[in-house]
């Protein structure tokens, strides 16, 4: 259902963008986000907004340095990410769900995932 691209190796304080194409979703009626997993850890959401854009959340972690943003006509929604840090190196995902916000979809759980892409940052 999702497919995720745009991972890669980089260095501390670089940057990344990368995609999550949702070609069987009516995109614009449904809240997207970001979520990542680093070995050992929990799976957590990063970034999410709501259907029309009309609440975003960031986890703290992330605040200030990634955005995120949706082209419902592309059905695609990609995840900026800026001064990236080691601790930011995961696999990320994105998932989608009906008349939630996007707080709530960011704290959601979800049975299945796609393949994600994987970023790593290191010197």
């Known amino acids: 259902q999702f497919a995720e691209s745009g991972g890669g190796l980089v260095q501390p304080g670089g940057s990344l963008r990368l995609s999550c194409e949702a070609d069987?979703?009516?995109?614009?009626?449904?809240?997207v986000g970001w979520f990542r997993q680093s070995p050992g850890k929990e799976r957590e959401g990063v970034s999410c907004t709501s259907s029309q854009q009309a609440t975003t959340y960031y986890s703290d972690s992330v605040k200030g340095r990634f955005t995120i943003v949706r082209d419902n006509a592309k059905k695609t929604v990609y995840l900026e990410m800026s001064n990236l840090k080691p601790e930011d190196t995961a696999v990320y995902y994105c998932?989608?769900?009906?008349?939630?916000?996007?707080?709530?979809?960011?704290?959601?759980?979800?049975?299945?995932w796609g393949q994600g892409t994987q970023v790593t940052v290191s010197p």
């Open positions: 069987a979703l009516t995109l614009e009626y449904h809240a």
């Open positions: 998932a989608a769900d009906w008349a939630v916000t996007a707080q709530e979809l960011c704290a959601a759980h979800f049975d299945s």
